[in-house]
């Protein structure tokens, strides 16, 4: 059913100095917070060319800028004003005092943390989502957007391996698909007492803290450790879960790690999954990073094993090439979230639409909810599959092309082996006679210059102790050129450190 609504007449927009009509005649449906449609559309195309300009210009910039925080209170503290001002100037003012200052995140040599690039009908489609205004809280409110939700879910489910009856749904990242995923292992295991969780000490914050949410208490939340691959040591973990069954706790859910933000080591699934069926523990895979590698046969391989999980976590907006927030959780038995979420209210009765007509409200923890499916759908329409398979599939070869690198260098110390697009090392000549407080404090002042001197971004993490450098390759954009030239500043800055360190006082 298409509803045609009345627009209303140009004569009553008429423009305010700050770019708003002003209110019409008696009666008239103009409003002080609408603009007319010369000017919606200037200043659509004012921030157009800015997001435009700003991709094709991240190259040639730095890969992050900041700056502290009395410098920007003294541009931006102030009160709300009360009357209007020109929307142009509003945007420049954005432009200027408060959009530069961040990592840029899709810069071809942003290799901190775990970064995203996005394409563009992502963006667009996003743009799309809130100018459509759409809440895809229930098939009511938003069958479209709710069908679309359901083919890419599907998509992804069959890039996993699931079976038929699995599903989910989209959610802001991966801390909000953890959450979802404890509440439905909580409720599966009968939402016991004295509950205890396990997991990787390579897992993320996220993980620990969505046990903690759903009522996990912290000196229940087991931290195993993991072996020189960085992998979750199997032996460790089962004596953990005895011991605990032993104690009269309650074991409800093992956490696996597909692709951990340190290393980009992968558990061994197969073996995790084979321990949770026969100790009847819901197996959750953190996924968020490494998960879309199964788009790939090699990464099809090293994922072996994750379609037996219970549910596993993905985020779009890292390897999947999305803008924030992409995140997702697929179970393996759709039932588990709602039979976990689905609760009655009686100002939602009339958005049950029968059993064919799902309402993402009801299998996870949003109401509202914006349309993030759309943009997935979008890009892959776009440009194929084909393009998304070999964007991840050449991160992966710039990794081990780095790592390479690495162990060549006379200067270099690799400290892992690259199973995604993750690569750790650290300055540490042959020969070097520094001892392991040295070795972190040349680091340490390493990572400091490449921050201030370099266009280049990096981060560190710790490795079983060892201070690391670590660079993150999974930007569709990125070249050889941008990993080589990033590691040849980390050598040039590491023999400099090492050369004042020398230097007679």
Sequence with gaps: MELHMPEGPESDMAS???????????????????????????????????????????????????????????HLAEDPPEGPNPASEVLDRLARDVLPYTARLDH????????????W???????????????????????????????????????????????????????????????????????????TVYMSDQSHSALPRAAVIVGVRRDHIRSVPSDSSFQIDMEALSRAVADDRAAGLHPIAVCANAGTSSTGSVDPL??????????????????????????TERGKQLLRGIERADS?????????FQPYEAGCLLVKDRETLSDAFQMGHDILQDTVWGANHPNFADIGL?????????????????????????????????????????????????????????VCFRVNPEGSALDAAALEEVNRTV?????WDDP????????????????????????????????????????????KRDAPA
């Design 447 to 451: 990572l400091a210059q490449m921050f």
């Design 108 to 119: 071809p040599r942003f290799f901190g943390f775990i970064p995203t690039s996005p394409t």
């Design 270 to 295: 197969e073996e995790l999954a084979d321990f949770c069926e026969a100790e009847g523990l819901w197996l959750h895979v953190d996924a968020a990073y490494g998960g879309f590698a199964a788009v």
């Design 16 to 74: 305010s100095p700050g770019g708003a009509p002003q209110a019409g005649a008696e009666g008239s449906t103009t409003s002080e917070l609408q603009m007319s449609h010369e000017q919606m559309l200037e200043l659509g195309r004012q921030a157009l060319d800015l997001v435009v300009n700003r991709i094709e210009n991240l190259p040639a910039g730095e890969a992050w800028d900041g700056e502290f925080r009395k410098v920007l209170e003294a």
């Design 121 to 195: 009908p992502g963006i667009v489609a996003d743009f799309l989502a809130a100018g459509y205004l759409i809440n895809q809280c229930t098939w009511l409110v938003a069958s479209g957007p709710s069908q679309l939700e359901l083919v890419v879910i599907d998509w992804f489910r069959r890039w996993l391996g699931y079976p038929e009856g699995a599903g989910g749904l989209f959610t802001s990242g991966g801390s909000a698909a953890s959450v979802d995923a404890f509440v439905a292992a909580r409720e599966a295991a009968g939402n016991p007492e004295r509950a």
């Design 366 to 422: 949003q109401l509202s909810r914006s349309a993030r499916a759309l943009k997935v759908w979008m890009s892959v329409q776009t440009f194929g599959m084909d393009a998304f398979r070999r964007a991840v599939e050449r991160s992966m070869e710039l990794a081990v092309r780095a790592h390479d690198y690495v162990r060549a260098s006379p200067t270099l110390e690799a400290l892992s082996t690259p199973t995604l697009g993750i």
């Design 456 to 499: 280049a971004f990096m981060s560190s993490t710790m490795l079983h102790g060892t201070f690391a450098l670590r660079m993150c390759i999974i930007n569709h954009t990125t070249t050889w050129d941008d990993v080589r030239e990033t590691l040849e500043a980390v050598e040039r800055f590491g023999q400099q450190a090492l050369s």
């Design 312 to 320: 596993v976590g993905l985020d779009a907006h890292k390897w999947f």
